[in-house]
């Protein structure tokens, strides 16, 4: 004769239990998981709607008070901009933050970073934004002054004057994380024998070129 296995009630509560409760999580998980999507994916189409467009910059004018070598390829250098910021955007803000400018030649840094202050951009929003470069003494390649002047003899100067940060983008009450923004700015000096003294003023060449 074969033997028969009966289960207990109390057997079969437990094992009803732990079924409930493993079900449960299932439910809870999958709730959370959907709800998390569903903000995710709400956040992807306001910004896909809104498509935000990387602010644009533009030199203003350039005033360069002091630029020459002395001593072993030491440069002395100071420079006074001005630049326009614009915020193209009609429905998204942009907060700028740890800004950094200075000026190169040639591919050489001449200025040490000058730190700007953060600040924010309201839609449609145009800002001027002031610096000024300097460098005591900076270390230069040895062909610098020779480059310096070349370029004083052909008449004609061209610096690079950059601008690199963070931004973070605010749509409503949302900010966005942080994205690191680099912007260049190229301005040229004419030299006139007959100009009178004072700083060399350089005007842009054409907007600057900024990249995200």
Request: contains cysteine.
């Amino acid at each position: 004769m074969s033997q028969i296995h009966a289960k207990s009630p109390q057997h079969c509560a437990k094992k009803k239990l732990v079924n409930i409760s493993s079900n449960l999580h299932k439910k809870l998980f999958f709730t959370f998981t959907s709800f998390f999507s569903t903000i995710l994916l709400l956040i992807l189409i306001v910004w896909f709607i809104l498509r935000p467009t990387k602010p644009d910059f533009s030199l203003k004018e350039a005033d360069i008070y002091q630029l020459a070598v002395s001593g072993t390829h030491l440069l002395n250098a100071s420079i006074q901009l001005t630049l326009v910021s614009t915020n193209p955007n009609q429905k998204v803000g942009i907060y700028y933050d740890e800004i950094q400018v200075y000026a190169s030649y040639k591919g050489q840094q001449i200025t040490l970073d000058t730190s700007l202050q953060p600040f924010y951009q309201d839609h449609r929003d145009v800002n001027l934004i002031s610096a000024i470069l300097v460098a005591n003494g900076l270390p230069v390649a040895p062909s610098f002054n020779y480059e310096l002047d070349r370029d004083e003899t052909a008449g004609r100067l061209v610096l690079n004057l950059k601008v690199n940060g963070l931004l973070r983008w605010k749509v409503g009450t949302w900010i966005s994380g942080k994205y690191r923004f680099n912007v260049n700015c190229v301005a040229i000096l004419v030299f006139r024998p007959s100009a009178p003294s004072g700083p060399l003023t350089a005007k842009p060449r054409a907007q600057c070129s900024t990249t995200i």
